[in-house]
C-alpha cells in the first residue's frame, strides 16, 4: 500500500493565507497587515529610544483629537482639534486622489507638490488679494485652482507623449523651476516684511473659516472638506464606471494591447495627467487658501510627496485614499502633541509614515506570498486526495 507523504506549510503561512488570501478583500486585508507591521516596526523604535509604544501612539491620537487630552487651553477641545485635524486632511485627499489617477494609467505623477503651489499661488493673487465677496470667491478660487492644476499636468503628459519625456524627471524639474520662479515673485510682489512669507489672503476668499467662535470654542471650520468624499466618489465612478476611466486603466495595464485595441495611447497619457493635475490644483488651493492663508517662498510643501504613501496605502482605491489619508494626518498632526507628551523628536511621526510607506511599497510582494501559499495548499490538497483514491481502489 502506497502512501503519499504529506508536506507541512507552516502554520503561520496558512493563517496568512486564511487571513489575506481572499481576492475580494485583499485591497483591504492587505494594506491593513501593512499597517500592523509598519506600527509594530514603530514600536521597535520606541522600545529602542526607551520609550512606551503604547503611551507614543495615544498621543498621536490626542494630538489628532480622536482622543481627549488631559487638559486644554481656553476656547480649545477635542473638537477643536479634530475640526483642525480634518482641516489638514482635506488637502491630502485631493492629493493622494491625484497620485492615484496617474498611477492607474500607469504614471507616477511626483509633481504634485509643484501643481499645489501653482495653483494656490495663481488663486491667491487673482482672488486671495481681491475684494470679492465670499460666495464669489470660494467658487472661483476652487475653478481658478482646478484650471491651473489641469494646465501644469496637461504639459507633463503632453511632454511625455510628444516627446516620450519621462513624467518623473519633468515633474521634477518643473517642480524646482515653479518653486524659485514663483519665489521671486512673491519676494518682489507679495512679500510680508514682517512675516517673510506672502501677504495673507482676504479672509472672504479664504476656504476656511479661521478663529470661528462657536459655544465658546475657536476653531477653524475646512469648507473644503465638504467636496473630499464627492470628489473621491466622482474618481471612483469615472476610473470604474465609464469608457475614459476603462481606457485609461487599460493604458496603464499594458500599452501595446490598448494599441493594439484601438486606444488612443497619447490621448489618455495627456488626458490623465490633466485630470490628475485638476486634483492636485484643488488640493493647492485648500491648502494655501485654506489650511494656510499665505505662502512660503522656496518652499514645497511635503504634502504632495506624502500624498505618494497614501495613495499606495489606500491601494489607489478613491475609497481607500479616504482611510488612508485620515491615518497619515492623524500621525502628522498628532506628531507636536507625542513630542511634548512621551519627549520624542518631533520627526517620529514622519519615522512612523516612513514605515507605512515602505510596507505599503511591499503589499504586492505579500499578495505574491500569499499567492504562492495558496497554491501550495491547493497542490497539497490535490495529492492528499488522489493518494485517498488509491488506497480505496487497492483495497477494492
Known amino acids: 500500500m502506497n502512501r503519499v507523504k504529506k508536506r507541512r506549510i507552516n502554520p503561520v503561512r496558512r493563517a496568512f493565507a486564511a487571513c489575506l488570501g481572499n481576492e475580494r478583500t485583499q485591497f483591504i486585508a492587505i494594506p491593513l497587515f501593512s499597517i500592523l507591521l509598519s506600527l509594530l516596526a514603530a514600536s521597535i523604535v520606541f522600545l529602542a529610544l526607551g520609550k512606551n509604544p503604547l503611551i507614543a501612539f495615544q498621543s498621536l491620537l490626542q494630538g489628532s483629537g480622536i482622543l481627549p487630552k488631559l487638559s486644554y487651553a481656553a476656547k480649545k477641545s477635542q473638537l477643536t482639534d479634530f475640526v483642525s485635524m480634518l482641516n489638514a486632511l482635506t488637502p491630502m485627499v485631493f492629493a493622494a486622489l491625484a497620485v492615484a489617477v496617474a498611477f492607474k494609467t500607469g504614471l507616477f505623477n511626483i509633481g ?76 518682489t510682489n507679495y512679500i510680508n516684511a514682517v512675516t517673510r512669507q506672502s501677504e495673507q489672503i482676504s479672509a472672504a476668499a479664504r476656504i476656511t473659516l479661521a478663529d470661528l467662535e462657536i459655544f465658546g470654542l475657536k476653531m477653524d471650520i475646512p469648507l473644503g472638506f465638504l467636496l473630499t468624499i464627492p470628489v473621491a466618489f466622482l474618481v471612483r465612478y469615472l476610473m470604474d464606471k465609464t469608457r475614459v476611466g476603462y481606457e485609461l486603466k487599460v493604458v496603464g495595464l499594458n500599452r501595446r494591447a490598448a494599441r493594439y485595441a484601438g486606444i488612443k495611447v497619447g490621448r489618455n497619457i495627456v488626458l490623465a495627467m490633466t485630470i490628475s493635475g485638476a486634483l492636485a490644483g484643488l488640493a493647492g488651493v485648500t491648502y494655501y487658501m485654506g489650511y494656510q492663508a499665505t505662502i512660503q517662498p522656496k518652499v514645497l510643501t511635503s504634502m504632495g510627496f506624502d500624498s505618494i504613501a497614501v495613495s499606495l496605502l489606500g491601494n489607489s482605491n478613491p475609497i481607500g485614499i479616504l482611510f488612508s489619508s485620515l491615518l497619515i494626518t492623524t500621525i502628522s498632526e498628532g506628531g507636536n502633541y507625542m513630542r511634548s507628551m512621551v519627549n520624542v523628536p518631533q520627526e517620529m511621526s514622519q519615522v512612523i509614515t516612513g514605515l507605512i510607506l515602505l510596507f505599503s511599497a511591499c503589499g504586492a510582494y505579500i499578495r505574491y506570498r500569499v499567492g504562492i501559499t495558496k497554491d501550495e495548499l491547493v497542490s497539497l490538497g490535490a495529492k492528499s486526495g488522489s493518494g485517498a483514491d488509491g488506497e480505496g481502489g487497492a483495497e477494492a
Not at 139 to 144: C, D, G, H, N, T
Not at 157 to 169: M, P
Request: glycine content about 10%.
Open 112 to 187: 504634485v507638490s509643484g501643481q499645489m503651489l501653482v495653483a494656490g499661488f495663481i488663486a491667491s493673487i487673482t482672488v486671495g488679494y481681491s475684494d470679492l465677496p465670499m460666495a464669489a470667491a470660494l467658487p472661483l478660487a476652487i475653478v481658478v485652482g482646478i484650471v491651473c492644476g489641469a494646465l501644469y499636468g496637461a504639459l507633463i503628459g503632453w511632454l511625455k507623449h510628444r516627446f516620450n519625456i519621462n513624467e518623473v524627471v519633468t515633474s521634477i524639474m518643473l517642480n524646482y523651476i515653479v518653486q524659485y520662479v514663483i519665489s521671486y515673485f512673491i519676494y
